[in-house]
């Protein structure tokens, strides 16, 4: 296998890993949304509307998300580098936009149980703390330019 191949293999797969994020995601919020709903329908509250409302604004952006992603396997090779640039910014918007959407689900759980909530939102935030701290890139000496 040639560099460029190995590239493409791993940046496919760190694509496949937030494809199935966003999926699960997606998944997530539309059961909150048909559950909570018909429960919000039977015993209206305030907590509960404003989380649904949350989680409707983003289930459109989860749902372009996969628009994007396809487009840009289907056409990477046919697209300016321009056009890959703005479609890789709406790409990560969507996705920012999408865990807000995790907001509206701690508000729900919040709602379920105040502690069941407010472990929730601690866990989460630890939880990208982490993720952040260790899928920074990696940096590999073949990667590095030697400066003279």
């Known amino acids: ?66 628009l994007v992603y396809t487009f840009l396997l289907e056409h990477e090779s046919e697209l300016s580098e321009a056009r890959k640039i703005r479609l890789h910014y709406a790409s990560a918007l969507c996705q920012i936009i999408a865990y807000g959407s995790l907001v509206g689900v701690a508000m729900m759980w919040y709602n379920i149980s105040s502690s069941v909530g407010i472990f929730f939102v601690l866990s989460t935030g630890l939880a990208i703390i982490l993720i952040r701290s260790v899928m920074s890139p990696v940096v590999t000496e073949s990667s590095v330019e030697p400066s003279l």
Do not use: C
Request: aromatic share 10%; no cysteine; glycine share 4%.
């Open 1 to 66: 296998m040639d560099e460029g191949s190995v590239n493409v293999e791993s940046r496919t797969s760190s694509q496949d890993k937030r494809w199935t994020i966003m999926a699960a995601l997606l998944g997530t919020n539309t059961a909150f949304m048909l559950f909570q709903g018909i429960e919000q329908e039977r015993n209206p509250t305030a907590i509960r509307e404003v989380a649904l409302t949350i989680i409707a604004a983003a289930l459109p952006f989860q749902s372009i998300y996969f």
